[in-house]
T-cell receptor
Framework: QQQVRQSPQSLTVWEGETAILNCSYE??????FPWYQQFPGEGPALLIS?????DKKEDGRFTIFFNKREKKLSLHIADSQPGDSATYFC????????????FGQGTKLSIKP | GPKVLQIPSHQIIDMGQMVTLNCDPV?????FYWYKQILGQQMEFLVN????????KSKLFKDQFSVERPDGSYFTLKIQPTALEDSAVYFC?????????????FGEGSKLTVL
């Protein structure tokens, strides 16, 4: 049973556009949602995260929008750069146990210059 | 930023052999984790470890798996004996805390191929 789902599986946008990556979850007990960025041959690195008490979190060009009622969230990458080309993983956990993350299958993002 | 080092980066072994995957976590981190990623699938939690003990393990953490961190050295994942379905990339992670805003730092992974 897939508890965290991501879409699309892959996404290509032009440089300068906004990339939108989607994530949904099933367990209403989840309240911590980090997004990880992974380049080929490297481990995933935390990009930005949000707690369920918030509906939006911004960090530079990266913004998470969170809808608790619908159990959905999205990562918006504004002014996409070729260096943003990577795989992005949405994850979820309970705030009481943030180390036990449930990961989605990832979205492979390609930015065309 | 803080680095988690994993050794080896790739290991090929025959089914039934023992393998030990090593992880050098971020210094001063207290919580350690192993995740498993089969090619094309999502990363899945295996186990977390704190203060010399396994705190929680998933159903993927079979009896053939064990973890330890003797005397503050490497945090290790041992599989004995290995099976074909153990082929995957194993990611180690560490954090300074397990609650609040404890960020997980991941290593680059150890790719295990069981023949």
């Amino acid at each position: 049973q897939q508890q965290v789902r991501q879409s699309p599986q892959s996404l290509t946008v032009w440089e300068g556009e906004t990339a939108i990556l989607n994530c949904s979850y099933e367990n209403s007990a989840f309240d911590y949602f980090p997004w990880y960025q992974q380049f080929p041959g490297e481990g995933p690195a935390l990009l930005i995260s949000i707690l369920s008490v918030s509906d939006k979190k911004e960090d530079g060009r990266f913004t998470i929008f969170f809808n608790k009622r619908e159990k959905k969230l999205s990562l918006h990458i504004a002014d996409s750069q070729p260096g943003d080309s990577a795989t992005y993983f949405c994850a979820a956990s309970g705030n009481y146990n943030q180390g036990k993350l449930i990961f989605g299958q990832g979205t492979k993002l390609s930015i065309k210059p | 930023g803080p680095k988690v080092l994993q050794i080896p980066s790739h290991q090929i072994i025959d089914m039934g052999q023992m393998v030990t995957l090593n992880c050098d976590p971020v210094s001063n981190h207290l919580y350690f984790y192993w995740y498993k990623q089969i090619l094309g699938q999502q990363m899945e939690f295996l186990v977390n470890f704190y203060n010399g003990k396994v705190m929680e393990k998933s159903k993927l953490f079979k009896d053939q798996f064990s973890v330890e961190r003797p005397d503050g050295s490497y945090f290790t994942l041992k599989i004995q004996p290995t099976a074909l379905e153990d082929s995957a990339v194993y990611f180690c992670a560490s954090s300074s805390r397990d609650r609040g805003t404890g960020q997980l730092y991941f290593g680059e992974g150890s790719k295990l191929t069981v023949l």
